[in-house]
């Protein structure tokens, strides 16, 4: 008997013969001959590459997008010189994708990134069934199938066609979409086949389909205004907010849609805050931002304000609730707008990135914790505006470092510090026997506080921090050896889930041996 299984997602094929072969059954799905494949329309140029070839001034590409019907897919695949890492990847609900490289032209041999979203009216791509053939014995649900190993026949592989238009359009996907609106667009380009030029404002809707996700957030979000800007829609008063283009029905449909099939793949960005909790409550999930609060995060406010009060303060009805009032927000003056935005840069800067120096440039703390207020940590309008109005809060211009300075300098020790040795050694050391071995050194041992931060890798997003502590003998106190301690985080970013991935090492040296480069120790 035949068995269907519904597939997650995977990779379906990795060489050339066997996504033609997967494309040409769909085709046949599609009710399409392969004799006279339907090649009508041309497939369309999305991304930096399209946006370059109606603004030459735009910024280099790194690859070619494109979204095109299986058939046209077909035609481009044949097209491309000298391909290799070809992949079919299947996401469900989403749809399928082929990546891999190609030479651009004969006269340059480099190799280029090349990516094809595919879509369909005719079969639900979306939706991906695999045919088994069994004696009698039922099929499970197989969510967890290695999504590297390609799948043998091919033709097990089965996508539905559309009954009806209804069910058609609520299965539209955005590819299906973007072919739909850019059909009757005149720009094309040979490359060497024919292509359509995805016009600005599809480019536009399509680099704010992901513009909430922390990956690559530079690039995109000077991609995103650069665009508006070409688009003549970020050119108004410095008095005035800027704000997103008005976007025609079919074109916010499109948009609204990316970003639900962004979500599908990558996870929905601060979907684990809630406004709703006191600020103790929500300011208490250490586990969602990583923050140890050595200073009270009200205080911090007060050393960034602007004005008198913190501007947050007005912008609450219930002032025990995290949540402020958009429509408060809405009657303040445009510049204590991006003001309230900045006093918020500057708190998160200071509290997650100086004081507890995990960096120690104010400008890039300042950027990262601008990125953290359009991505994760904050949602909804709040979010919004912080992306909209980006290019006038990206510069600091209050002095972070004094503020850190004063801060180490004034404050007293915290509650850790003042603790009893016996009270801290029973809360760290659960085990009796290991702590009866520290408690006759722990009176010799003093923590080291000018380490180096540890370089970062680039193309990474670690957050590092280095600490140390000196443990002078008990018999002669000009003997001492120092232990450092070097943390990892990579911050779960891409599937934007509460989560992270942290080590740490740990190097025991002669304290003399200290004044060695710390990055001696990086491992």
Known sequence: MSNIMHIKSRTLA?????????????VKDEGNQLVEPDFSGYP???????????????????????????????????????????KLIYYSD????????????????????????????????????????????????????????SIEDESKIKFEKFDYDQEREQSKSSAQ?????????????????????APLKVLEALKASHIYWSDDFYKNIADLHSLRIILENNQISPTKPLCCPMRDEKTNLMLKTRIKETEILRGTPSVHIN????????????????????????????????????????LKNDKSKAMIEKSLFQKLDYQKQLDCMKEEAMVIALERYLIP?????????YSSALIRICTSLTKDWFRQFAIDNYPRLSNLDKDLLSIVHNLTKNNPPSHHELAETITLLHKWILDPEIRTIFEPIYACTSRIYDLDTPSVSQGMRLETYRSGIKINSPVNK?????????????????????????????????SEDLKCSSDEYDR
Request: glycine letters at 4%; one cysteine or more.
């Open 14 to 26: 990795y060489d050339n013969i066997k996504i033609l072969s997967i494309l040409n059954n769909i």
């Open 44 to 86: 369309v140029l999305i991304g930096s590459r399209a946006a370059k070839w109606h603004v030459p001034s735009f910024r280099e590409p790194n690859n070619w997008n494109f979204i095109a019907t299986v058939s046209q897919s077909i035609l481009l695949i044949n097209k491309f010189m000298n391909k290799k890492n070809l």
């Open 94 to 149: 989403v749809g399928l994708k082929i990546i891999g490289r190609c030479v651009e032209s004969y006269e340059n041999e480099k190799y280029i990134g090349f990516e094809i979203e595919l879509a369909s009216d005719k079969v639900n791509l979306r939706k991906m069934k695999l045919m088994e053939v069994t004696n009698d014995m039922e099929i499970n649900d197989k969510d967890n199938i290695d999504d590297d190993c």
């Open 177 to 197: 979409m973007i072919l739909e609106l850019c059909h009757n667009v005149k720009d094309r380009m040979m490359i060497p086949f024919p292509c359509i030029v």
């Open 275 to 314: 406004l709703n909790n006191s600020d103790e409550e929500f300011l208490d999930r250490e586990d969602d931002f990583f923050v140890d609060r050595v200073v009270p995060h009200d205080k911090l406010h007060e050393l960034v304000k602007y004005g008198d009060h913190p501007i947050y303060e007005g």
């Open 357 to 365: 120096k995990i960096l120690k440039d104010q400008e890039t703390s």
């Open 478 to 510: 000009n003997v001492s050896i120092a232990a450092i301690i070097t943390t990892v985080c990579m911050d779960d970013y891409e599937d934007c889930n509460p989560g992270a991935d942290w080590w740490a090492s740990i190097a025991i040296l002669p």
